[in-house]
């Protein structure tokens, strides 16, 4: 089973800054990898894919990076709504896992 | 708009079995090259993935879940079921349906689009 370990657990940053959020395989998962953004109360939805493409209705300020075992998603101009918690899931293999999720939290 | 809608009791005794059904809604739990899955989250914590399956009926499971779980699919009722056996608290969760959608060549992958809303199902005597 492929492991995936996200960084930091907790991300505290100021409204209209930039948020970096790092995602790393345990083995290369190529470049299927894909992050979810989750608010309270809801469930996770889709934000990213192939490690760098939008899913529909995305905003442009969403961006993602990498391959192989290291992954980046970045939110270039935080919103209010952007505060919530993220995950990254590889599925390359079966099953597909996730990590353990970055708080992203108003500084 | 494909929507996922999970039903089932809310409320499940320990050593008991937990019984989920999702139905599906604007789409066809019979395309081709789409799994359907379960995955929970335990309040408070991370996300789980329990297991999938296929119109065919093919599966997979979580290795740490398999010997408690069956996932079975009625496509005349374009839905799909979860039973989780001998349940204790540590099963006390918001379980989640979902679709994955196949990779651009076609591959059925694990990726997660969309999701159900959920429901918890806490386990309690």
């Known amino acids: 089973e492929i492991v995936m370990t996200q960084s930091p657990a907790t991300l505290s940053v100021s409204p209209g800054e930039r948020a970096t959020l790092s995602c790393r395989a345990s083995?290369?998962?190529?470049?299927?990898l894909a992050w979810y953004q989750q608010k309270p109360g809801q469930a996770p939805r889709l934000l990213i894919y192939?490690?760098?493409t939008r899913a529909t209705g995305i905003p442009a300020r969403f961006s993602g990076s990498g391959s192989g075992t290291e992954f980046t998603l970045t939110i270039s101009s935080l919103q209010s709504e952007d505060f919530a918690v993220y995950y990254c899931?590889?599925?390359?293999?079966?099953?597909?896992?996730f990590g353990q999720g970055t708080k992203l939290e108003i500084k | 708009q494909l929507q996922l809608q999970e039903s089932g009791p809310g409320l499940v005794k320990p050593s008991e079995t937990l019984s989920l059904t999702c139905t599906v809604s604007?789409?066809?739990?019979?395309?081709?090259?789409?799994?359907w899955g379960w995955i929970r989250q335990p309040p408070g914590k991370g996300l789980e993935w329990i297991g999938s399956?296929?119109?065919?009926?093919?599966?997979y499971y979580n290795p740490s879940l398999k010997s408690r779980v069956t996932i079975s699919v009625d496509t005349s009722k374009n839905q799909f079921s979860l039973k989780l056996s001998s349940v204790t608290a540590a099963d006390t969760a918001v379980y989640y349906c979902?679709?994955?959608?196949?990779?651009?060549?076609?591959?059925?992958?694990?990726?997660?689009?969309?999701w159900g809303q959920g429901t918890l199902v806490t386990v309690s005597s």
């Open positions: 083995q290369s998962v190529s470049s299927n």
């Open positions: 979902a679709r994955h959608p196949p990779s651009i060549t076609g591959t059925t992958t694990p990726l997660v689009d969309p």
């Open positions: 899931q590889q599925y390359n293999n079966w099953p597909g896992t």
């Open positions: 399956i296929y119109y065919s009926g093919s599966t």
């Open positions: 192939g490690a760098s």
């Open positions: 604007g789409g066809s739990i019979s395309s081709s090259s789409y799994y």
